[in-house]
């Protein structure tokens, strides 16, 4: 059974840093896409950053990039979203998912496995 745990949400001010955490657990996710994805309120979710498990390059939705970087650690079997120069828009709960694929995909129905959500608020 597949899991993805998200955790490191909290309020930060604008500018401020954050670093969102994903565990996987459950199976081998070598051959995964791992993928992180926002749903403001009244908006729809939003791709915002993938990789692949067994390494490549990082892709990033243009909101972020240059802000936002995405990371695994294979030991820990973890993923990070580190996000720095917050801003108010990027106030969001924001979503870990696995992505069976092998190649990055920025449709959220393309993901085949989701976290709970964490809350990430940023004030102005």
């Known amino acids: 059974q597949v899991q993805l745990v998200e955790s490191g949400g909290g309020l930060v001010q604008a500018g401020g840093s954050l670093r969102l955490s994903c565990a996987a657990s459950?199976?081998?996710?070598?051959?995964?896409?791992m993928g992180w994805f926002r749903q403001a309120p009244g908006k729809e979710r939003e791709f915002v950053a993938a990789i692949s498990w067994n390494g490549g390059r990082p892709y990033y939705a243009d909101s972020v990039k240059g802000r936002f970087t995405i990371s695994i650690d294979n030991a820990k079997n973890t993923v990070y979203l580190q996000m720095n120069s917050l801003k108010p828009e990027d106030t969001a709960v924001y979503y870990c998912?696995?992505?069976?694929?092998?190649?990055?995909?920025?449709?959220?129905?393309?993901?085949?496995?989701w976290g709970q959500g964490t809350q990430v608020t940023v004030s102005s």
């Open positions: 998912a696995a992505d069976a694929s092998v190649t990055i995909a920025t449709s959220m129905y393309t993901y085949d496995y």
């Open positions: 459950g199976r081998t996710f070598g051959h995964y896409v």
